[in-house]
């Protein structure tokens, strides 16, 4: 980045799991999320929190000059795949499901998206993720489209223990 160049672009980052399985739970959660924000800083990007539910993440970032929405997203659900992977944190192999939401928060907005970041363990006691994602896509003026991949899998649906 120029020292002549200025730049703070936050960003509501948010991600799910292959068929929106719930796959991280606690344990698991702790240390991806642990994970993502080593990460984060490793290649320059400012998180200021992120948090893992068993489905889903969501992540406050300020996207860097030099880097794009997509690349982003590339580099943090590729690597922490690869590492929820390498470091045998399931019984099974892990994977993200396709696409993501990327929803731009102004700076005065900050600390409201962080609380609500925050405070998904709660929220999710009223609402799933893809109720929650289509509420976002329709606020910020963006069309819905119904997929089975988006689809919250039902509760029933066995989830693979912790190693």
Do not use: C
Not at 20 to 39: C, I, N, Q, W
């Amino acid at each position: 980045m120029s020292l002549h160049s200025y730049s703070r672009v936050w960003l509501h980052l948010t991600w799910g799991t292959l068929e929106r399985r719930p796959f991280l739970f606690k344990p698991v959660a702790t240390k991806l999320s642990g994970y993502l924000h080593r990460y984060a800083s490793e290649k320059g990007i400012h998180m200021m929190l992120n948090y893992v539910n068993p489905d889903h993440v969501h992540v406050l970032v300020d996207l860097p000059t030099s880097v794009a929405i997509e690349q982003i997203m590339q580099l943090f659900k590729g690597a922490s795949s690869h590492w929820i992977n390498e470091s045998n944190l399931l019984t099974t192999k892990f994977a993200w499901g396709r696409g993501y939401g990327a929803f731009s928060v102004s700076q005065s907005l900050v600390g409201e998206v962080a609380g609500y970041i925050a405070g998904q363990e709660e929220h999710h006691r009223k609402r799933s993720f893809s109720e929650e994602l289509r509420r976002f896509v329709e606020r910020y003026g963006l069309t819905w489209h119904r997929e089975e991949t988006v689809e919250t899998v039902p509760s029933t649906s066995p989830a693979p223990p912790p190693r």
